[in-house]
């Protein structure tokens, strides 16, 4: 039986891959920042589901918190957050909290779960776009998301034979965060996105599953943006 952990289960993508693995018969570990929302979410997706409360940004509590974890085969670390964050107008405290989520969290997750991790298993992280096109604001968010190309390049070489790989997601317009947005925003980047659509969370899990399924695949950093970025 494989059993896959998703850090950062709980909405968004990381539900939708969660969602996917129980129905295929894996057991998933969800986690999210509140408790009693990931033991909500658990048991809507079903029996084979349980959820963590794990705060990325608080790496000295991460081991503990997945301290309850015995067996992993596959692990995802899909766990984001937002910083509107320029130079000229810089938040210390805003950019400190998510570079600390982002690549001390992700690196701890990792730590934290590697005794308990399978050989032959596979770890996929999360960055995006704003590594290869920033916008006003997204100073944070860029170099984080190159630091996670990094940080899949080094844990590639350090824990082999175990795979490591990232999904960089452009804009998912089915996403809880796009669908928020005012009616025309998503138009001008569906005009510029070649296959004429934008990509979906299903797309997004699919990806996920083809790094984790797929052997071959390791200190692989995957954009999935429907060719977004080659316009």
């Known amino acids: ?75 995802v670390v899909a766990a984001i957050d937002r910083d509107q964050n320029t ?22 997750v990792v730590h934290a779960l590697l005794p308990r991790m399978a050989s032959d298993g596979a770890v996929v992280l999360f960055g995006g776009l704003a590594k290869d096109r920033p916008y006003p604001g997204s100073t944070t968010v860029s170099t984080i998301n190159g630091g996670v190309m990094g940080l899949v390049h080094t844990l590639a070489v350090e824990l082999a034979p175990l795979r490591v790989n990232a999904v960089h997601p452009g ?35 699919d990806a996920v599953d083809f790094l984790l399924r797929n052997r071959a695949m390791n200190g692989v950093n995957l954009n999935v943006d429907g060719g977004w970025l080659l316009t």
Request: aromatic residues 4%; hydrophobic residues 45%; contains cysteine.
């Open 1 to 75: 039986m494989t059993t896959i952990v998703i850090v950062g289960g709980t909405s968004g993508i990381g539900l939708e891959l969660a969602r996917r693995r129980v129905a295929a018969g894996d057991d998933v570990v969800i986690t999210g920042r509140d408790g009693d929302r990931c033991d909500s979410v658990a048991a809507d997706i079903g029996a084979r589901c349980r959820g963590l409360a794990v705060e990325l940004s608080d790496p000295a509590a991460i081991a503990v918190a997945l301290d309850g974890v015995e067996k992993v085969d596959h692990l």
């Open 171 to 205: 804009i998912v317009g089915d996403s809880p965060f796009w669908q928020a947005k005012p009616p025309g925003v998503l138009d001008g980047y569906i005009s510029r996105t070649p296959i004429g659509r934008l990509a979906t969370m299903a797309d997004v899990a």
């Open 87 to 108: 130079a000229a107008d810089y938040d210390v405290g805003r950019a400190v909290r998510l570079v600390t989520l982002k690549l001390v969290g992700y690196t701890e």
